[in-house]
């Protein structure tokens, strides 16, 4: 039984279609089928009943499907522990913000490349939430505050950030001076999130409200220097605007609490060396690449 038929049958069943799982995988579609018909044929089961909508498991799909996953996760890591030291290979899906990681995560991402030749990487670019586990990503790269969840998630830096608005914004409308006052303002927010501030010692929760969203900072940003409302940013998205005179913080007396950059992957005994690597390398970046953009490691 090849372990490339298995580990096809597992992405087709968690995608949902031999479609996206060919994507996944980086082959055609007709690879991926012939795949799913010979590991059918030697089980002598059907395993996926497919339409055009997509492919759904059968009874004995979904039986085989955890077993065929613990099989691949198991012929991955004899794989790595017979590797020469430092080397890499098989293929690496990293989910990544649009907002700040083409600047600072990308280049950390080519050196890796650079550094094990026989790895295949991935990257997705969007500021939208990702499903790892749904849609196949062995790990993803978050900026912010990590909410409780099932992932497992190691702090890379930690980001500091402001509210700003625009200084025709503050002479039109004010600047608030509390939590309680900003609720008042229109804020520039990414949907419908909670915003944290300190007070002294004490974490004080409001949800701002606001006509204008954005799922990507320098959109929220332009919005922020056109005046139309006050805006939560970190500080290397902001601190050239605040030093030409285009933005001005506000609420300084309540500062948002720091957050941070984070690897994040799906919960199991023993990340994949190739994501500690990564780790280990992102970290090794932040020092030098991130401190002069606000980050501190």
Request: net charge neutral.
């Amino acid at each position: 039984m090849d372990v490339e038929d298995l580990r096809t049958f597992v992405e087709v069943a968690d995608a949902g279609g031999v479609s996206p799982a060919a994507l996944r995988l980086g082959v055609s579609k007709s690879i991926v089928s012939r795949r799913l018909v010979r590991l059918e044929g030697e089980l002598g089961v059907q395993l996926l009943t497919r339409s055009t909508r997509g492919a759904a498991l059968t009874e004995a799909g979904a039986t085989f499907r955890d077993h065929a996953a613990r099989v691949c996760a198991e012929i991955d890591a004899a794989r790595e522990t017979i590797l020469p030291a430092g080397d890499l290979r098989g293929r690496l899906r990293v989910a990544a913000p649009l907002s700040f990681g083409l600047t600072h995560f990308a280049p950390v991402l080519a050196e890796m490349a650079r550094r094990h030749p026989q790895l295949h990487i991935q990257t997705s670019y969007s500021d939208r939430f990702v499903d790892l586990i749904a849609e196949g990503y062995d790990c993803a790269i978050r900026v912010g505050y990590i909410q409780d969840s099932n992932l497992i998630a190691r702090r890379i830096a930690t980001i500091h950030g402001k509210l700003v608005a625009s200084p025709a914004y503050v002479q039109a409308h004010g600047s608030p001076e509390t939590p309680q006052e900003l609720l008042a303002h229109p804020c520039l927010m990414q949907g419908t999130e909670t915003w944290q501030f300190m007070d002294g010692d004490e974490v004080i929760t409001v949800r701002p409200q606001g006509r204008f969203k954005a799922d990507n900072g320098v959109a929220l940003l332009a919005a922020a220097t056109a005046g139309v409302g006050i805006a939560l940013l970190p500080d290397w998205l902001t601190d050239e605007h605040v030093a030409s005179g285009a933005l001005v913080p506000v609420m300084t007396r309540h500062p948002p609490p720091a957050a941070g950059a984070y690897v994040v992957r799906p919960p199991g005994q023993h990340p994949a060396r190739k994501i500690r690597v990564l780790t280990e390398l992102l970290i090794e970046h932040c020092d030098l690449s991130m401190r002069s953009a606000g980050f501190a490691p």
